[in-house]
């Protein structure tokens, strides 16, 4: 079975070990002289309270060192494709549509900047597309506590991402296809008949038959047509070296929906029962590991600061001491609401096209594997004889992406995010106390977004029959309203 269910006490506060993992000497920077500073050694005592919030994050990164092929903007080369981004999503797209010869240009106001975010994939994920050498640690397992008596062992193995090895990877594939790079912020972008043209913050205008947004979720270029009602993922995180902590070495923990660090907190643990946050840990070995605090999806989302003191109250609980940051991470997340208007001049990819998994937030491992689509269906329109362009071009592109039964089963996924919204901490620890029940082809497919229509059809009906009585009642009384949505959604597709 792929999970096991242990009375308590909960496994994840055994003793964990000195690890002689490699990750310790690629992740641990910078490293702090023998003689303390004092207001280094002042943090490292920690406030009375536990609070680490003082501890400032030690690591900035620096720009990867690689030689790019820059755009010469006074040159005659004329782009057939123009990114806007150089994240993975923007890197992968354009390795894949390069190799067929065609023509592209990114531009990146800092395109060597290394990526702020901490990736963390399903290991299968990777593998199935040739990235698996991109993780720097994996665990064989992953770990889900539902409360202090019920813990789920996930027999699936999760890695963290190593985002330099990533972004060199792609960079070195970009440029070994001829790519090209231009320094710059993308102001505006102006459409022909039959091409486009941005306009960049140095002053120069760029001209490509199409124009692709891989920018992000704030990006202005891509255009809906429905109100944007998303749900939120908000997290904060750090990497940190601590004094100890409780985890064992050889697994992650992907969900810690316990709340009794809240017990002396009333105010805290009345707003996490009505809008409940859970712990992700990433244990490098006895005294590095990656903590964060997060909102599994909320709207409007939860603040920063409420963010924040959930996680203190849990570190102090746990006896986890930080003694010092060496990353911060805060993230905020769109999740569900409407894809952008298919189609349209402007292309999206990733967080710009809405691919963001509705219910779990997940987005790098399915947009490296989705960018190689994308990528085969505008080759097949600009390295034809037909050069297909303009809007015959843009309709083209945006259903090779999202094909009807891709937005079908979005809406399927959307539905999840709409239950999850409506559910409370009880309603919530319910939910995926069932849901890691299930045959692991559903609860990964799930996850993944591999699962059919159909498929996830089964999986809801099975979800109802592995949940416990209480759940239950949260399913007939909460979800009528997102169920009539969907319906609704899936006639509209269909049309």
Not at 173 to 184: D, E, L
Not at 349 to 364: D, F, I, N, R
């Amino acid at each position: 079975m792929a999970t096991l269910t242990r009375p308590p006490p909960c496994p994840l506060l055994s003793v964990s070990h000195p690890s002689s993992s490699p990750v310790t000497s690629q992740i641990l920077l910078p490293k702090p002289t023998k003689k303390a500073s004092p207001r280094f050694t002042h943090h490292k005592i920690f406030s009375k309270h536990g609070n680490f919030l003082d501890l400032k994050p030690e690591f900035h990164p620096e720009p990867i060192k690689f030689d790019l092929n820059w755009l010469d903007p006074t040159s005659r080369f004329r782009s057939d494709v123009i990114i806007i981004g150089t994240g993975p999503a923007g890197l992968r797209l354009a390795e894949r549509i390069s190799g067929y010869g065609i023509r592209v240009c990114c531009v990146d106001p800092d395109p060597l900047s290394m990526w702020p975010n901490n990736y963390g994939a399903w290991v299968d994920e990777l593998e199935v597309i040739g990235l698996d050498d991109c993780f720097d640690k994996k665990w064989d397992m992953a770990t889900v506590c539902i409360n202090d008596s019920k813990t789920k062992y996930l027999d699936r193995a999760y890695g963290r991402i190593n985002r330099k090895v990533l972004k060199l990877k792609l960079l070195e594939s970009c440029v070994n296809n001829g790519v090209k790079f231009h320094k710059a912020k993308v102001w505006n972008v102006v459409h022909n008949e039959f091409d486009s043209m941005i306009v960049c913050d140095d002053g120069n205008e760029l001209k490509a038959s199409l124009v692709v947004d891989a920018s992000g979720f704030a990006s202005t270029f891509v255009e809906y047509d429905k109100p944007r009602n998303h749900g939120y993922q908000i997290a904060h995180g750090v990497l940190a070296e601590v004094e100890e902590h409780p985890f064992d070495l050889d697994k992650m923990l992907l969900m810690d929906w316990r709340d009794s660090h809240l017990g002396n907190e009333p105010y805290l643990r009345a707003s996490n029962s009505r809008t409940p946050t859970f712990l992700y840990a990433m244990p490098f070995d006895s005294n590095l590991i990656f903590l964060e605090e997060t909102s599994l999806v909320s709207r409007p989302a939860l603040s920063y600061m409420e963010i924040k003191k959930r996680m203190v109250a849990r570190l102090r609980h746990l006896g986890i001491r930080l003694k010092r940051v060496i990353e911060e991470e805060k993230c905020l997340i769109p999740m569900g609401g409407p894809l952008p208007r298919i189609p349209q001049r402007v292309m999206g990819v990733g967080g710009t096209a809405g691919l963001v998994h509705p219910s779990t937030g997940y987005m790098v491992a399915r947009t490296l594997a989705l960018a190689p689509i994308l990528g085969d269906a505008i080759a097949e329109c600009l390295g034809s004889s037909r050069m297909i362009r303009g809007k015959s071009l843009s309709h083209r592109v945006w259903n090779g992406l999202w094909p009807l039964e891709r937005r079908r089963t979005r809406e399927c996924y959307s539905f999840g995010m709409e239950t999850l919204l409506k559910l409370d901490l009880n309603g919530t620890r319910g939910f995926f106390d069932a849901f890691f029940d299930l045959d692991p082809h559903y609860w990964q497919g799930f996850l993944s977004s591999r699962l059919s229509v159909k498929e996830l059809a089964t999986l809801s009906f099975s979800l109802f029959g592995h949940a416990s009585n209480p759940s239950r009642f949260d399913i007939v009384t909460k979800c009528p309203v997102p169920l009539v949505k969907l319906m609704g959604n899936l006639a509209l597709e269909s049309i």
